[in-house]
Structure formats: structure tokens, C-alpha cells
């Protein structure tokens, strides 16, 4: 895992609204770092973020709020008393979406076309471009079935999934390949994406 340093590059992004979305792999502990590092790299760009449960085991909801300026996260569950369409909001509101980390039960989900979080649905629907980066325990990359979900994802024309790369698994001790992709990689990405459906939309 690799935290932001003041030498950390910070590439060309010009989305206005990113939702942030953090799934329940180990580098969800790194949230905050990288929130306080996004809202001094890219001062106009507003940060929304949404914790799925199993993220919580690393990251909370307070830590998570005073990185981002106070603003608190949204949790992927479904209110009990909604009074409002969360999905629709979540899928509505971002002009880019970032899943860092995401892990193999949440690629898979998303891969599936399943919509049983407000988060999930909102993707199944959003035409904002996404950038997926897969967290993966040790030889999860070798996965069959991963191997299709990924498959099946890149064909969205609004979604790319960035291959994990190589770090010390935090069970292990070893190396190998299933670390997130750095956040500043994945912003490069999204920039990428945003900019190819601007041009065909053209």
C-alpha cells in the first residue's frame, strides 16, 4: 500500500462532481490520506463519498468526514424511512466515478448487472464514466470467473477496470499482484474515459 506524499504526481482531472466509492478491500484504510491529497490537488472538484459496509472494518465514517472537509459519507445501505431516491441521486449527481478498492464480491455484483445496494443500482444506471481498481488477495487475478467479470465490464462503454499491480499482501507478507492501482494512476484513467465519451458524444 502506498500512502500520498507531497511529490505524489497530480495528473490532468477536470471532473467537477467524483463519487468516490469504498468497497471493503485493506486500502480503504488509506481513505483519508487520499481525500485530504484529492482536495488539495484538485480544489474545484467536488468529492462524494460512499462506504459499503464491509469498508467500515477499515475505514469510518468520522475519519472519512474531516478528510473530506466535514462532508460525511453516504453508507450503501438501503434507509429505513427513505425519503428519497438514493440510487437515483448516486447515479445522477457525478460527472466521474471511482470504485478504490474494489473487491472481487463487488466486481463481480456490478459485473452481474445486480442492483441490491443503492450504490450498485446507481452504477447499473449511471452514464458517468467509471474506473474500477480490483483488490485482490493472493492469486485472485488467476480467477476464472474475476477473469470474466472483468471481461464482461470492459465491454460498458462507460466503464474501464484498471489491473491491480504488485505489493505485499498485508495476510501473507508476500508479493504479488493485487494491489488497488494507485489513486493518481486511476485519475489519469477516469480523465482518459471522460474525455473519449465527451468526443463521441460530440
Not at 472537509?69 to 466515478?97: F, I, K, N, Q, Y
Request: glycine share 6%; aromatic share 6%; hydrophobic share 45%.
Amino acid at each position: 500500500m502506498t500512502t500520498p506524499t507531497s511529490r505524489t504526481a497530480v495528473p490532468a482531472f477536470h471532473a467537477k462532481r467524483l463519487l468516490y466509492v469504498v468497497t471493503g478491500g485493506i486500502q480503504a484504510m488509506l481513505l483519508p490520506n487520499w481525500l485530504t491529497w484529492l482536495r488539495a490537488s484538485y480544489p474545484d472538484t467536488e468529492v462524494h463519498t460512499v462506504l459499503t459496509p464491509s469498508s467500515r472494518r477499515f475505514v469510518g465514517t468520522t475519519a472519512a468526514a474531516v478528510a473530506n472537509g466535514s462532508t460525511m459519507p453516504t453508507l450503501d445501505v438501503w434507509p429505513e424511512a427513505p425519503d428519497r431516491a438514493l440510487h437515483v441521486e448516486l447515479a445522477a449527481w457525478p460527472d466521474a466515478v471511482l470504485v478504490h478498492p474494489a473487491t472481487m464480491h463487488f466486481i463481480a455484483r456490478l459485473s452481474l448487472g445486480l442492483g441490491d445496494s443503492p450504490t450498485l443500482l446507481a452504477l447499473q444506471c449511471t452514464r458517468a464514466p467509471i474506473v474500477v481498481c480490483p483488490s485482490l488477495p493472493p492469486d485472485g487475478h488467476l480467477n476464472p470467473a474475476y477473469q470474466r467479470h472483468v471481461l464482461e465490464l470492459s465491454e460498458r462503454d462507460n466503464v474501464a477496470v484498471l489491473p491491480p499491480v504488485h505489493g505485499v499482501s498485508i495476510s501473507t507478507g508476500e508479493e504479488g499482484i493485487g494491489t488497488a492501482a494507485r489513486l493518481p494512476h486511476a485519475l489519469s484513467a477516469l480523465e482518459d474515459l471522460r474525455s473519449w465519451k465527451e468526443s463521441a458524444a460530440a
